[in-house]
């Protein structure tokens, strides 16, 4: 049976009139911010773009191997099979493949968190929340970051390495996905 917990608060017609101009003037100020920021992003994306094709008028496709020593400082397109050259192991689960990558998901028993609101309006203006939390135990896989957070509290530094590491494995994930979309006009595909 899940645990709960239930919360009653109250909002005076005053708060919520507060709360109502301070979201007003928020709303603005993002309203402006993004303006700003889609003009960036837009100049941006047309450098990009310029780039790009200028990068497709003068790109040279080469074979995988030999290496060619005449496209020494090229911009050059390869295409070809990634092998591996040794197994990969993990030592802990004693398992070895011959991969490019080998990736453990873990799992941990944990709390889930439900949350539930029920909102009331009372005579005068107010407003009554009730929030209802249910909590019960399940097996999630655990994020990169929860497990670095985990190795804090017992090692700190074996801690710090597994951030680092996940975060470097996000980047190349987030940068090899960029590189799976379509090529534009006038580049060959990847």
């Given at each position: 049976m899940p645990d709960s917990f239930v919360e009653t608060t109250s909002t005076s017609w005053l708060s919520r009139i507060v709360g109502l101009i301070a979201g007003v003037l928020f709303g603005i100020v993002f309203v402006i911010g993004s303006i700003v920021l889609l003009f960036w992003n837009e100049g941006r994306a047309v450098q990009t773009a310029r780039s790009?094709?200028?990068?497709g008028k003068v790109?040279?496709?080469?074979?995988?191997a030999p290496v060619d020593p005449g496209n020494e400082g090229r911009l050059v397109h390869v295409t070809g099979d990634a092998k591996a050259g040794a197994l990969i192991a993990d030592p802990t689960f004693v398992v070895s493949a011959p991969a490019l990558r080998l990736v453990r998901a873990a799992e941990m028993y944990q709390w889930q968190e439900d949350k539930r609101e029920e909102t009331h309006k009372s005579i005068g203006?107010?407003?009554q929340t009730v929030t209802t939390y249910t909590y019960k135990k399940v097996w999630l896989v655990a994020a990169g970051i929860v497990i670095a957070l985990a190795w804090f509290w017992y090692r700190p530094l074996v801690g710090i390495a597994v951030l680092a590491v996940g975060l470097f494995a996000g980047i190349a994930l987030h940068r090899l996905a960029g590189r799976r979309r379509a090529a534009p006009a006038g580049l060959p595909a990847a």
């Open positions: 790009l094709s200028e990068g790109v040279v496709d080469a074979a995988p203006g107010s407003e």
